[in-house]
């Protein structure tokens, strides 16, 4: 079992920062694939970034590329989501998702390849 905590989100003008935190339990972050997903209201839930178990191999969106960056503390078992030049089309609630499969070396972007999910955190960029 994984038990995933987002924090992190909040409203900020566009252009602004924020780093987005997914604070895992019950099984050490770097034994498992992490993505980050958002939702936006009425729209399908998308992969924006993700960090593979094995190698740290990271994975983005091209809508982030650039912009967005997913690293991982192994010793605070917490995987992070640093977002710059946040733009309205960013708004969102972001998940953070773990895939425990180990045969996954790669990050997977469909969220069906996921296991476990957070609750989500609200990110709101204003114009």
């Known amino acids: 079992q994984v038990q995933l905590v987002e924090s992190g989100g909040g409203l900020v003008q566009a252009g602004g920062s924020l780093r987005l935190s997914c604070a895992g339990s019950g099984r050490t972050v770097s034994t498992y694939t992490t993505g980050w997903f958002r939702q936006a209201p009425g729209k399908e839930r998308e992969f924006v970034a993700g960090i593979s178990w094995i190698g740290r191999k990271t994975s983005y969106a091209d809508s982030v590329k650039g912009r967005f960056t997913i690293s991982r503390d192994n010793s605070k078992n917490t995987v992070y989501l640093q977002m710059n030049s946040l733009r309205p089309e960013d708004t969102a609630v972001y998940y953070c998702?773990?895939?425990?499969?180990?045969?996954?070396?790669?990050?997977?972007?469909?969220?069906?390849?996921?296991?476990?999910w957070g609750q989500g955190t609200q990110v709101t960029v204003s114009s």
């Open positions: 998702a773990a895939d425990v499969s180990p045969a996954h070396l790669l990050v997977l972007v469909t969220a069906t390849s996921y296991d476990y």
